[in-house]
């Protein structure tokens, strides 16, 4: 086995228990070594601290698979892993009886580069990193072993492939296609799952439980939904009873899903919702123009940062679209603001929301701080596992 050797002082992020180990902290590698291939990590003074899978393309030259330096690592060892996160989604009351979550959330289960979304009997994977490649047989077999899942869908397009070295890889490895549209029942609602073509592996599972609040804020108000995508708060708005839903997002084939989604409800009342394709910051100026008023806003917008090397523009969007937000607000009314851009943490983010509402005019009070649900347990040492953070504001 190849040894990976630190430069001094470079093994502290390890003792943390950090699973990434960067370009500019490496000394040398000690043998040969193919992306993917187990490498033996040690400091600079000879100390074996751990194992971990090697990738000579990427800036994140090595993830650790283990901090147990003597642990072998082999088909058994992503059996125990495997099984392990299932078990923790398991253990889990909230999430019984839920059709779609995370069942694998990368280095939060000590399985750097691995996602697994199960959608119903329908399991969504991606491998993003040379070691998630290298192990993929292994991988796909103790998901089969683990859930008794009837299929997988490789999702492995993401940019990410290509910082390691790697092709976009998609299509069915385990089963076949299903006779039709996969669906999952969230909340009650029924909402279709792109898994083929849909942003990540076909659903925001991560915003499950925020659209359950905003069914329960929802009563009787009116709601605007802002980057709708496909329509998921928005419904659960209608099923809390809003008075009406307008929702808006830029792209129409999400809003052709988004539409949809509703004729999978016919329970809610399609008549109270309206679906608008446009660019949100211009329609938003436009609702100002026209005096028209929400109580209560939604902005989940797409990813503005995602490194810290784009966060003063990404700050600068985010303030634009929490002051229009702000503007548009009846008295008493509720703002839920989100972020899941890397380069943007929640305390930048509060920052930028307060001073949005102080330059709006508004009075606003934080009532709740929002986050993904935790359907992967983030390992506390490596919290770049939690990436999305939301605000819930009240303005007077």
């Known amino acids: 086995m190849a040894e990976l050797i630190l ?21 040398r590698l000690d043998g040969r070594a193919r992306p993917g291939d187990t490498v033996l990590i040690q400091s600079a003074d000879g100390r074996r601290l751990a194992r971990g899978a090697y990738s000579p393309s990427s800036q994140i030259r090595c993830r650790v698979w283990s901090f147990d330096e003597a642990e072998t690592i082999d088909d058994a060892f992503f059996k125990r892993r495997v099984a392990l996160a299932v078990a923790r989604r398991q253990a889990l009351p909230e999430l019984a009886g839920q059709e779609g979550l ?40 103790a998901l089969v072993q683990a859930t008794g ?65 905003l069914g329960s804020l929802a009563a009787g108000k009116s709601v605007l939904n802002c980057f709708c995508y496909t329509g998921g708060f928005s419904l659960q708005a209608l099923r809390g009873g809003a008075a009406t839903v307008l929702s808006i997002d830029s792209s129409g084939p999400a809003l052709e899903r988004a539409r949809a ?41 797409p990813k503005f940062a995602p490194s810290a090397a784009h966060a003063d523009r990404a700050a600068r969007a985010y303030k634009d679209i929490n002051l229009l937000g702000f503007r548009l607000l009846n008295p008493g ?64």
């Not at 069942?103 to 329908?122: K, R």
């Not at 996969?182 to 799952?193: A, T």
Request: aromatic share 8%; hydrophobic share 40%; charged share 25%.
């Open 149 to 213: 899942c009837a299929r997988i869908y490789e999702r492995s397009d993401s940019e990410v492939r290509g910082l390691e070295g790697l092709e976009k890889v998609t299509g069915w490895i385990y089963g076949e296609a299903p006779g039709g549209e996969i669906s999952i029942l969230e909340n009650g609602v029924r909402l279709g799952v792109d898994y083929a073509s849909g942003h990540k592996t076909g659903f925001y599972l991560d915003q499950r439980e925020n659209r359950q609040l």
């Open 333 to 396: 009314g509720l703002l839920m603001t989100y972020s899941c851009s890397g380069g943007i943490g929640l305390e930048l983010f509060q920052k930028i929301v307060a001073g949005a509402a102080l330059d709006a005019g508004r009075c606003a009070r934080i009532v709740r701080r929002l986050a993904g649900t935790p359907d992967h347990p983030v390992a506390l040492e490596f919290p770049e596992g939690e990436y999305l953070k939301g605000l819930l504001c009240q303005v007077d």
């Open 261 to 301: 989604n509703l004729a999978l409800n016919p329970d809610l009342p399609a008549e109270r919702a309206e679906w608008r394709e446009a660019d949100v910051f211009q329609a938003l100026r436009e609702f100002k123009k026209e005096g028209r008023s929400f109580d209560v806003i939604v902005l989940d917008p």
């Open 7 to 27: 430069k001094p002082g470079k093994e502290r992020s390890l003792f943390r228990r950090h699973p990434w180990i960067f370009e500019s902290s490496v000394a």
């Open 102 to 141: 995370r069942l694998i959330h990368a280095e939060s289960d000590g399985l750097p580069g691995v996602i697994a979304d199960q959608y119903g009997d329908t399991l969504v994977v991606q491998l993003n990193s040379a070691g998630a490649e290298k192990w993929r047989k292994a991988l796909v077999a």
